[in-house]
C-alpha cells in the first residue's frame, strides 16, 4: 500500500513539473516575441537561453548564436554552438562558425566553413573570402585558387565593403579581386614581381577610384621602389 501512495505522489510531482515548464516555456515564447517588437537584443538572447534551457533544440541554439553575430558579440556565438566542423551543422551554424572564427582571428579555423559554403553557394564574395582568410596566413598557392574560382563567377553590380575608414565603402568585387591578386602576385615573390603588382593595383583603381586599401598598398609598393636620396643614405 506504501508503495502504492509513494508512486502516486511521484507521478504526481512529474506531472506538476511538467506543467510548470510548459507553462514557462509559453512564458518565455510570448516573452521572445514581445522582445522582438520591441528590438530589444538582450532581452531577445535572455527569452532563448531560458527557452533553450527549458527545451533545448539545436535549431534554437544556431538562433541563439546568429543573434550573438549579428550584434558583434563573436566569442559568445561559438560559446553558444562550439567549433567543432560537424556533418550535422545547419547553414546558419556553418555561418556563424565562419565569420565569428574570422572576426576573431582564427583564419585557418574559419576556411573549412568558408569552403563548405562556397561548394554550396558558388557565391564569388565567399570565394573572395576564402582568398582573402588564405593570403592572411600565407598560403598563397589557395588564396590564388579562390581567386581564379571567384572571378569568372561574379555577378552584375555584386560588390566588396571596406570598412578600415571612418566611413565603410564598396567597391566592384572585381576591383576587389584584382587588389587580392596584386597581393599574392606581390608576396610571391617581392622583389621580381613588385611592378606587376603595382600595375594590377592600377587597374583596381581604374575601376574604383575610392578604393582606399588600393591606393595605400600602390603608394607603400611605390616608395619600396623609389631610390634613396643621398642624405638619406648618409643617415
Known sequence: MKHIIYLSIFCFSLSLTAQNNDALIKHYEAYYQQMQMQGDVQGIINAMTHLNVLKPSEARKDTLAYIYL?????????????????DSDSDIAIEVKAVALKNLGEFERAIPFYTKIYNKTKNALVAYEIAELNL????????????????PGIKEKQGKTYYETQQPYTVPLKAAFTYLDALVKYNQDKAANIDLAIKKLDEALALAPNFNMAS????ALTQQKTPKTATETKE
Open 70 to 86: 549579428q550584434n558583434n558579440k563573436f566569442s559568445q556565438a561559438l560559446n553558444t554552438i562550439g567549433i567543432d566542423n560537424k
Open 136 to 151: 592572411n596566413i600565407n598560403n598563397l598557392t589557395q588564396a590564388k585558387a579562390y581567386i581564379n574560382l571567384g572571378m
Open 216 to 219: 595605400l598598398a600602390k603608394n
